[in-house]
């Protein structure tokens, strides 16, 4: 069961500060092989604002964590950073000497892993873990200290004291996760990649890993980039969402507005896969193939699986666009006036839109958020691309 989205909930009480802490520019990163790059991740744009946290959403495969690994410069080869430029706090990632990045990870943007349960050292005492990453950015703490420090780290994450002394291999999984979080913030960095931290546990310790996170958030004041699948955790512990398709980033919005009013055909089409509690019906899929990553077609990266596919789209990429305040999409939909004359879309915006009355029919209401809007997404007949392929909102069940 994926836990359901209260977008409503007060989120917008403590609006981030517009101070960025990553300003990400052009990113290109590609992964060689014999036939050809394959295009991960496609010169995306987005930036993290102070005390905001972001998440970075899309299906398997479409360069989120590419995107996130790139951020500390950790992809491995065959990948490479093929351009862009990563400013953490003003410091180009990308550019840094080996020696110099790594007293940036961790200290200044420090990383939860995938699978972060599995990735604690299986024959090491938790202090000794927590102990190793201080020691190596800040030598020189005496014994004493450094015990009362990693105390107070477990405290922060809500584990007991005797976790300090004992295995991995004697911690729950969400224990174990939270001892990575505890990892992760032991040098107060700016900056948390949180990589889907909430994937292979049950939907109860979900939750308290996610409430964990926002504590430790609200306690520092981190910025973080939540990576994940999940749209209703996502929903209820973003500010920002960042929907990512095969390595481009084609909308970015405040989370309320991204999911009462989603503009990009393949967001409307996300949010729509979140399974109802109100009632049973059969799981909503987005329908046709990803293009070959190594040969994006022209124009809209897109267009084999949209609706609402248009003659403009199979020429000219549409740029990520400002369509509502802070609300930026990727969509020819929704020019004031689209090249070919196909198709002629005002901004449908939000319920109480204030723009012209030329709602597309899949704008939906605030009240709709969790509904099925892909009802209104009925494809076009006669595209033989089109097969079934399932946009899972559960990691463990692709
Ligand atoms: Fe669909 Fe065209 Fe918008 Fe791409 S630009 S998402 S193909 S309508």
């Known amino acids: 069961m994926t836990a359901q989205p209260t977008p409503t909930r007060d989120r917008l009480r403590k609006a981030p500060s517009k101070d960025v802490v990553l300003d990400v520019r052009g990113l290109r990163v590609h992964y060689e092989t014999p036939s050809g790059d394959v295009i991960a991740v496609n010169g995306i744009n987005f930036q993290v604002r102070r005390g905001e946290t972001l998440g970075l959403v899309g299906e398997s495969g479409c360069g989120k ?6 951020i500390l410069r950790l992809v491995q080869p065959p990948g490479r950073i093929v351009s862009g430029e990563v400013l953490i706090e003003g410091t180009d990632m990308v550019r840094l000497s080996e020696r110099r990045l790594r007293e940036v990870r961790w200290r200044d943007a420090a990383l939860i892993p995938q699978g972060a349960m599995n990735s604690l050292n299986p024959i090491m005492k938790i202090k000794d873990q927590i102990a190793d990453g201080i020691i190596a950015h800040e030598s020189g703490h005496p014994r004493r200290e450094l015990k009362g420090r990693i105390f ?31 990892m992760a913030i032991a040098l107060n960095p700016t900056l948390i990649i949180a ?38 955790l996502q929903a209820q512990l973003v500010d920002r969402l960042a929907v990512m398709y095969a390595g481009n980033i084609v909308e970015i919005a405040p989370v309320v507005s991204a999911f009462a009013d989603p503009l990009h055909p393949y967001t409307q089409l996300l949010i729509a896969s979140i399974p109802s509690i109100k009632e049973r019906k059969p799981l909503k899929v987005t329908e046709g193939l990803t293009h070959d990553l190594r040969r994006p077609p022209p124009g809209c990266i897109f267009q084999f699986r949209c609706p609402y596919v248009m003659e403009v789209c199979r020429q000219v990429a549409p740029p990520l666009k400002e369509y509502k305040p802070d609300h930026f999409a990727a969509c020819h939909l929704y020019e004031p006036t689209v090249t070919g004359g196909q198709r002629v879309a005002g901004v449908g915006g939000g319920a109480g839109s204030d723009t012209p009355e030329t709602r597309l029919p899949h704008a939906v209401a605030a009240d709709n958020i969790g509904s099925n809007i892909a009802d209104t997404l009925a494809p076009p007949d006669g595209d033989d691309r089109r097969t079934t392929s399932h946009v899972s909102t559960d990691p463990r069940n692709p």
């Open 65 to 70: 964590t590419t995107a996130a690994m790139s």
């Open 195 to 232: 990589d889907e931290p909430t994937s292979a546990l049950d939907v109860v310790v979900q939750r308290i890993i996610g409430q964990t996170l926002l504590d430790v958030k609200e306690l520092l004041d981190v910025s973080m980039i939540l990576i994940g699948h999940d749209m209703g």
């Open 152 to 182: 107070e780290l477990l405290g922060m994450v809500g584990l007991p004291g005797r976790v300090y002394n004992m295995y991995p291999h004697e911690l729950s999984g969400g224990m174990k996760q939270r001892v990575c979080i505890a």
